[in-house]
Protein backbone atom coordinates (compact mmCIF):
# COMPACT_ATOMS: atom_id res chain seq x y z
CA UNK A 1 0.00 0.00 0.00
CA UNK A 2 2.79 2.44 0.86
CA UNK A 3 4.67 1.97 -2.55
CA UNK A 4 1.83 2.52 -4.48
CA UNK A 5 1.13 5.71 -2.42
CA UNK A 6 4.65 6.77 -3.26
CA UNK A 7 4.63 5.67 -6.72
CA UNK A 8 1.38 8.05 -6.68
CA UNK A 9 3.81 10.58 -5.54
CA UNK A 10 6.61 10.36 -7.70
CA UNK A 11 4.40 10.06 -11.07
CA UNK A 12 3.85 13.93 -11.21
CA UNK A 13 7.91 14.23 -11.42
CA UNK A 14 8.49 11.51 -14.04
CA UNK A 15 9.95 13.75 -17.52
CA UNK A 16 7.31 14.25 -19.82
CA UNK A 17 9.04 12.57 -22.87
CA UNK A 18 8.31 9.27 -23.93
CA UNK A 19 9.85 6.02 -22.56
CA UNK A 20 10.42 3.14 -24.27
CA UNK A 21 11.06 -0.28 -23.04
CA UNK A 22 12.21 -3.70 -24.18
CA UNK A 23 11.65 -7.17 -22.40
CA UNK A 24 13.60 -9.00 -21.38
CA UNK A 25 13.45 -11.55 -24.46
CA UNK A 26 14.44 -7.92 -26.79
CA UNK A 27 11.21 -7.27 -27.55
CA UNK A 28 11.16 -3.41 -29.38
CA UNK A 29 7.49 -3.14 -28.27
CA UNK A 30 7.08 0.57 -27.37
CA UNK A 31 4.81 2.28 -25.64
CA UNK A 32 4.18 5.92 -24.84
CA UNK A 33 2.69 7.35 -21.98
CA UNK A 34 1.73 11.04 -21.60
CA UNK A 35 0.83 13.11 -18.41
CA UNK A 36 -2.43 12.83 -19.04
CA UNK A 37 -2.03 8.92 -18.84
CA UNK A 38 -0.61 8.93 -15.82
CA UNK A 39 -3.23 7.96 -13.17
CA UNK A 40 -4.23 4.93 -15.27
CA UNK A 41 -0.31 3.95 -15.37
CA UNK A 42 -0.20 3.85 -11.63
CA UNK A 43 -3.76 2.35 -11.34
CA UNK A 44 -2.21 -0.75 -13.78
CA UNK A 45 0.70 -0.66 -11.80
CA UNK A 46 -1.08 -0.93 -8.49
CA UNK A 47 -3.14 -3.90 -9.74
CA UNK A 48 0.20 -5.57 -10.85
CA UNK A 49 1.34 -5.15 -7.38
CA UNK A 50 -1.28 -7.19 -5.86
CA UNK A 51 -0.60 -9.92 -8.62
CA UNK A 52 -3.74 -10.73 -8.93
CA UNK A 53 -5.53 -11.02 -12.60
CA UNK A 54 -8.97 -9.83 -13.47
CA UNK A 55 -9.05 -7.67 -9.91
CA UNK A 56 -10.15 -4.15 -10.04
CA UNK A 57 -8.73 -1.48 -8.23
CA UNK A 58 -10.49 1.97 -7.85
CA UNK A 59 -8.37 5.11 -9.40
CA UNK A 60 -7.50 7.55 -6.11
CA UNK A 61 -6.51 10.98 -7.68
CA UNK A 62 -3.34 12.25 -6.57
CA UNK A 63 -5.04 15.25 -5.03
CA UNK A 64 -7.13 13.15 -2.79
CA UNK A 65 -3.96 10.95 -1.69
CA UNK A 66 -2.07 14.08 -0.79
CA UNK A 67 -4.94 14.79 1.34
CA UNK A 68 -5.23 11.42 3.25
CA UNK A 69 -1.24 11.69 3.54
CA UNK A 70 -1.69 15.33 4.76
CA UNK A 71 -4.40 14.23 7.17
CA UNK A 72 -2.94 11.39 8.61
CA UNK A 73 0.50 13.34 8.96
CA UNK A 74 -1.86 15.97 10.55
CA UNK A 75 -3.37 13.36 12.86
CA UNK A 76 -0.05 11.75 14.00
CA UNK A 77 1.56 14.81 14.72
CA UNK A 78 -1.86 15.63 16.89
CA UNK A 79 -1.38 12.38 18.48
CA UNK A 80 2.06 13.31 19.20
CA UNK A 81 1.57 16.70 20.45
CA UNK A 82 -1.21 15.43 23.08
CA UNK A 83 1.41 12.82 24.29
CA UNK A 84 3.23 15.23 25.20
CA UNK A 85 1.09 17.61 26.71
CA UNK A 86 -0.52 14.67 28.90
CA UNK A 87 3.34 14.24 29.95
CA UNK A 88 3.66 17.57 30.77
CA UNK A 89 0.54 17.87 32.51
CA UNK A 90 1.57 14.74 34.11
CA UNK A 91 5.18 15.90 35.24
CA UNK A 92 3.79 19.14 36.63
CA UNK A 93 1.56 17.31 38.53
CA UNK A 94 4.33 15.00 40.34
CA UNK A 95 6.49 18.36 40.64
CA UNK A 96 3.70 19.99 42.90
CA UNK A 97 3.04 16.94 44.76
CA UNK A 98 6.59 16.69 45.63
CA UNK A 99 6.42 20.53 46.96
CA UNK A 100 3.25 20.21 48.84
CA UNK A 101 4.89 16.86 50.82
CA UNK A 102 7.73 18.92 51.28
CA UNK A 103 5.89 22.08 52.26
CA UNK A 104 4.11 20.13 54.83
CA UNK A 105 6.71 18.13 56.13
CA UNK A 106 8.19 21.70 56.83
CA UNK A 107 5.58 23.05 58.28
CA UNK A 108 5.50 19.75 60.86
CA UNK A 109 9.31 20.61 61.80
CA UNK A 110 8.72 23.97 62.20
CA UNK A 111 5.43 23.70 64.56
CA UNK A 112 7.79 21.32 66.48
CA UNK A 113 10.44 23.85 66.99
CA UNK A 114 7.89 26.38 67.93
CA UNK A 115 6.43 24.25 70.36
CA UNK A 116 9.76 22.97 72.17
CA UNK A 117 11.01 26.68 72.22
CA UNK A 118 8.09 27.65 73.64
CA UNK A 119 8.69 24.68 76.36
CA UNK A 120 12.01 26.00 76.49
CA UNK A 121 10.85 29.91 77.57
CA UNK A 122 8.39 28.43 79.42
CA UNK A 123 10.89 26.08 81.84
CA UNK A 124 12.98 29.53 81.89
CA UNK A 125 10.62 31.18 83.43
CA UNK A 126 9.57 29.12 86.08
CA UNK A 127 13.31 28.53 87.45
CA UNK A 128 13.66 32.14 87.14
CA UNK A 129 10.41 32.37 89.37
CA UNK A 130 11.94 29.87 91.41
CA UNK A 131 14.66 31.94 91.92
CA UNK A 132 13.18 35.05 92.77
CA UNK A 133 10.74 33.24 95.10
CA UNK A 134 14.26 31.48 96.86
CA UNK A 135 16.33 34.80 97.15
CA UNK A 136 13.68 37.26 97.39
CA UNK A 137 10.92 36.00 99.55
CA UNK A 138 12.76 33.55 101.63
CA UNK A 139 15.60 35.28 103.00
CA UNK A 140 18.48 33.09 103.59
CA UNK A 141 19.90 32.80 106.78
CA UNK A 142 23.70 33.28 107.73
CA UNK A 143 25.71 30.32 108.62
CA UNK A 144 27.92 32.08 111.24
CA UNK A 145 30.40 35.16 111.47
CA UNK A 146 33.46 33.64 110.00
CA UNK A 147 34.92 30.49 108.76
CA UNK A 148 35.83 29.07 112.71
CA UNK A 149 32.20 30.45 113.92
CA UNK A 150 30.61 27.87 111.34
CA UNK A 151 32.95 25.09 112.43
CA UNK A 152 32.46 25.66 115.93
CA UNK A 153 28.89 26.04 115.55
CA UNK A 154 28.80 22.78 113.40
CA UNK A 155 31.14 20.46 114.83
CA UNK A 156 29.24 18.70 117.60
CA UNK A 157 26.29 18.05 115.05
CA UNK A 158 27.93 17.31 112.30
CA UNK A 159 31.01 14.71 112.43
CA UNK A 160 32.96 15.80 108.92
CA UNK A 161 32.18 19.27 107.76
CA UNK A 162 32.97 19.31 104.58
CA UNK A 163 35.26 22.84 102.27
CA UNK A 164 32.93 24.97 100.37
CA UNK A 165 31.23 28.06 100.38
CA UNK A 166 29.24 29.22 103.61
CA UNK A 167 27.49 32.37 103.77
CA UNK A 168 29.18 34.87 106.83
CA UNK A 169 28.01 37.99 108.34
CA UNK A 170 30.88 39.14 110.77
CA UNK A 171 29.76 41.80 113.12
CA UNK A 172 29.22 45.35 112.45
CA UNK A 173 29.23 43.90 108.95
CA UNK A 174 26.73 45.58 106.86
CA UNK A 175 25.19 42.40 104.99
CA UNK A 176 25.93 38.99 105.15
CA UNK A 177 28.49 37.53 102.05
CA UNK A 178 29.65 34.45 100.48
CA UNK A 179 32.97 33.25 101.42
CA UNK A 180 34.87 29.91 100.54
CA UNK A 181 35.60 27.56 104.17
CA UNK A 182 38.54 25.33 104.22
CA UNK A 183 37.22 22.61 106.91
CA UNK A 184 39.89 19.80 106.51
CA UNK A 185 43.04 21.75 106.24
CA UNK A 186 45.26 21.56 109.48
CA UNK A 187 42.03 21.50 111.92
CA UNK A 188 39.49 23.61 109.27
CA UNK A 189 37.92 26.59 109.64
CA UNK A 190 39.64 28.66 107.54
CA UNK A 191 38.30 31.56 106.18
CA UNK A 192 39.95 31.51 102.64
CA UNK A 193 40.60 35.45 101.11
CA UNK A 194 43.03 34.55 98.07
CA UNK A 195 43.62 31.98 95.33
CA UNK A 196 45.82 31.27 92.60
CA UNK A 197 46.01 27.75 90.66
CA UNK A 198 45.52 28.22 87.35
CA UNK A 199 45.98 31.58 86.37
CA UNK A 200 42.27 31.87 84.41
CA UNK A 201 41.24 35.15 86.59
CA UNK A 202 43.08 38.17 85.65
CA UNK A 203 44.58 40.33 88.80
CA UNK A 204 45.46 42.93 86.80
CA UNK A 205 42.76 45.33 88.19
CA UNK A 206 41.81 49.20 90.00
CA UNK A 207 41.29 49.55 93.29
CA UNK A 208 37.64 49.39 93.35
CA UNK A 209 37.87 45.80 92.20
CA UNK A 210 40.52 44.71 95.03
CA UNK A 211 38.24 46.34 97.67
CA UNK A 212 35.01 44.83 96.39
CA UNK A 213 36.39 41.07 95.46
CA UNK A 214 36.62 39.39 92.19
CA UNK A 215 36.86 35.80 91.03
CA UNK A 216 35.20 32.49 91.60
CA UNK A 217 35.30 31.38 95.09
CA UNK A 218 36.01 27.53 94.30
CA UNK A 219 38.71 28.87 92.04
CA UNK A 220 41.13 31.88 91.41
CA UNK A 221 39.52 34.82 93.65
CA UNK A 222 40.46 37.70 95.88
CA UNK A 223 37.68 37.89 98.75
CA UNK A 224 38.08 42.11 98.33
CA UNK A 225 39.44 44.16 101.41
CA UNK A 226 36.55 45.40 102.61
CA UNK A 227 35.35 41.87 103.36
CA UNK A 228 38.56 41.12 104.66
CA UNK A 229 38.04 43.78 106.75
CA UNK A 230 35.18 42.99 108.68
CA UNK A 231 36.29 39.58 109.24
CA UNK A 232 38.89 40.55 111.26
CA UNK A 233 37.70 43.44 112.47
CA UNK A 234 35.38 41.59 114.86
CA UNK A 235 35.33 42.49 118.72
CA UNK A 236 38.07 40.04 121.18
CA UNK A 237 38.87 38.04 118.04
CA UNK A 238 42.65 37.50 116.66
CA UNK A 239 42.90 36.04 113.40
CA UNK A 240 46.10 34.20 112.46
CA UNK A 241 47.20 34.75 108.40
CA UNK A 242 48.24 31.50 106.86
CA UNK A 243 50.16 31.64 103.24
CA UNK A 244 50.31 27.72 101.73
CA UNK A 245 53.14 27.76 98.64
CA UNK A 246 53.61 25.41 96.00
CA UNK A 247 56.45 25.46 93.17
CA UNK A 248 56.10 24.63 89.95
CA UNK A 249 58.33 21.38 90.82
CA UNK A 250 55.23 20.66 92.93
CA UNK A 251 57.44 21.56 96.32
CA UNK A 252 55.21 22.84 99.37
CA UNK A 253 56.11 25.61 101.69
CA UNK A 254 53.97 28.04 104.27
CA UNK A 255 54.48 31.01 106.11
CA UNK A 256 52.22 31.73 108.58
CA UNK A 257 51.61 35.24 111.32
CA UNK A 258 49.94 34.81 114.29
CA UNK A 259 48.13 38.15 114.49
CA UNK A 260 46.84 39.45 110.81
CA UNK A 261 44.76 43.26 110.76
CA UNK A 262 43.61 45.12 108.48
CA UNK A 263 43.45 49.13 108.74
CA UNK A 264 39.94 50.67 107.64
CA UNK A 265 39.29 51.96 104.11
CA UNK A 266 40.27 55.39 105.45
CA UNK A 267 43.96 53.89 105.92
CA UNK A 268 44.15 51.96 102.51
CA UNK A 269 43.54 48.86 104.61
CA UNK A 270 47.04 49.08 105.67
CA UNK A 271 48.71 45.29 106.54
CA UNK A 272 49.80 44.77 110.03
CA UNK A 273 51.29 41.06 111.16
CA UNK A 274 52.39 39.26 114.31
CA UNK A 275 55.10 36.89 114.60
CA UNK A 276 56.42 34.66 111.78
CA UNK A 277 56.63 31.14 111.26
CA UNK A 278 57.09 28.71 108.66
CA UNK A 279 59.58 27.57 105.76
CA UNK A 280 59.14 30.20 103.40
CA UNK A 281 60.78 32.94 104.76
CA UNK A 282 59.41 35.88 105.98
CA UNK A 283 59.49 37.85 102.63
CA UNK A 284 56.77 40.37 103.85
CA UNK A 285 59.53 41.73 106.55
CA UNK A 286 62.29 40.87 103.81
CA UNK A 287 66.19 41.40 105.14
CA UNK A 288 66.21 45.05 105.81
CA UNK A 289 63.90 47.80 106.87
CA UNK A 290 63.81 48.83 103.07
CA UNK A 291 62.02 45.74 102.01
CA UNK A 292 59.26 45.77 105.22
CA UNK A 293 55.77 45.72 104.03
CA UNK A 294 54.57 45.35 107.28
CA UNK A 295 52.32 48.40 107.85
CA UNK A 296 52.45 49.24 104.67
CA UNK A 297 48.79 50.36 103.01
CA UNK A 298 47.23 48.77 99.90
CA UNK A 299 48.35 50.08 96.94
CA UNK A 300 46.81 49.61 93.21
CA UNK A 301 47.33 50.73 89.59
CA UNK A 302 45.35 53.84 89.98
CA UNK A 303 45.78 54.52 94.00
CA UNK A 304 49.59 54.96 94.55
CA UNK A 305 50.48 53.98 98.44
CA UNK A 306 53.97 52.50 97.69
CA UNK A 307 56.10 55.12 99.00
CA UNK A 308 58.00 55.55 95.83
CA UNK A 309 58.49 59.39 95.70
CA UNK A 310 59.13 60.59 92.89
CA UNK A 311 60.55 57.12 92.68
CA UNK A 312 62.31 54.13 93.89
CA UNK A 313 65.61 52.28 92.52
CA UNK A 314 65.22 48.80 92.16
CA UNK A 315 68.23 47.09 90.46
CA UNK A 316 70.06 49.95 89.49
CA UNK A 317 66.46 51.25 87.34
CA UNK A 318 64.09 54.18 88.26
CA UNK A 319 60.62 52.87 89.12
CA UNK A 320 57.31 55.23 89.50
CA UNK A 321 54.95 52.64 90.78
CA UNK A 322 55.64 49.28 92.03
CA UNK A 323 51.71 48.47 90.64
CA UNK A 324 52.84 49.33 87.08
CA UNK A 325 56.25 47.21 87.80
CA UNK A 326 54.29 44.41 88.54
CA UNK A 327 51.80 44.02 85.65
CA UNK A 328 49.20 46.70 87.79
CA UNK A 329 48.23 43.73 90.11
CA UNK A 330 47.14 45.38 93.73
CA UNK A 331 49.51 44.34 96.51
CA UNK A 332 50.92 46.16 100.31
CA UNK A 333 53.81 47.67 98.65
CA UNK A 334 56.62 50.06 100.20
CA UNK A 335 59.07 50.09 97.59
CA UNK A 336 58.13 47.17 96.08
CA UNK A 337 59.75 44.71 98.34
CA UNK A 338 60.05 41.17 98.15
CA UNK A 339 55.86 39.67 98.32
CA UNK A 340 53.35 40.13 95.70
CA UNK A 341 51.08 36.96 96.12
CA UNK A 342 49.13 39.08 93.23
CA UNK A 343 51.59 39.45 90.51
CA UNK A 344 50.37 38.27 86.96
CA UNK A 345 52.10 37.02 84.21
CA UNK A 346 54.04 39.06 81.83
CA UNK A 347 51.88 40.04 78.78
CA UNK A 348 53.04 38.58 75.82
CA UNK A 349 54.88 41.17 74.33
CA UNK A 350 56.76 41.96 77.35
CA UNK A 351 60.15 40.40 78.09
CA UNK A 352 61.13 39.15 81.09
CA UNK A 353 63.72 41.84 81.25
CA UNK A 354 60.45 44.47 82.31
CA UNK A 355 60.98 43.11 86.01
CA UNK A 356 59.30 40.56 88.55
CA UNK A 357 55.96 40.45 87.05
CA UNK A 358 55.10 37.09 88.29
CA UNK A 359 53.85 35.68 91.55
CA UNK A 360 56.75 36.43 94.57
CA UNK A 361 57.68 35.12 97.49
CA UNK A 362 61.49 35.38 97.09
CA UNK A 363 62.78 34.88 100.29
CA UNK A 364 61.70 31.19 99.54
CA UNK A 365 64.96 30.53 97.42
CA UNK A 366 66.65 27.13 96.33
CA UNK A 367 70.46 28.09 95.66
CA UNK A 368 69.68 31.19 96.36
CA UNK A 369 67.33 31.74 93.78
CA UNK A 370 63.60 32.53 94.67
CA UNK A 371 61.45 29.68 93.44
CA UNK A 372 59.09 30.01 90.78
CA UNK A 373 55.77 29.88 92.58
CA UNK A 374 52.57 27.69 90.28
CA UNK A 375 50.01 28.59 93.20
CA UNK A 376 49.17 30.09 96.70
CA UNK A 377 46.42 30.32 98.83
CA UNK A 378 45.99 32.85 101.43
CA UNK A 379 44.05 32.06 104.01
CA UNK A 380 42.88 33.37 108.26
CA UNK A 381 41.23 31.53 111.26
CA UNK A 382 40.42 32.59 114.76
CA UNK A 383 43.15 31.33 117.08
CA UNK A 384 41.92 33.19 120.01
CA UNK A 385 37.98 34.20 121.22
CA UNK A 386 38.06 35.94 125.01
CA UNK A 387 34.32 35.99 126.62
Not at 85 to 91: D, F, L, P, V
Not at 232 to 243: S, V, Y
Not at 274 to 303: H, I, L
Amino acid sequence: MWIAVLLLLLLPHLPSSANTSTDTKGSSNQSEIHNEDFPEAAVKMLKSLKGGKGQEVCSIPCDVTAKLLRDEKHSVCGSIQQSLMAYGRSTRKLIRDVMEEQHRALDFLTSQVMELMARVQTLSTEVQRSNTEMYSVKPVQSHGRDCSDIKDNLISVVPKIPSGIYIVNPENADSSFEVFCEMDYMGGGWTVIQRRTDGLVDFKRPWADYANGFGHLPGEHWLGLSKVFHVLNQKETRFQLHIALVSHEDTTSYASYDDFRLGNETRFYSIHLGRYAGSAGDAFRGYNQEQNQDTAPFSASDVDNDGCVPFCSINNRSVESCSNQHNQTGWWFNQCGLANLNGSPLDPDQGKEEGNTHILWDTWTVNGIPRSIKSVTMKIRRITTNN
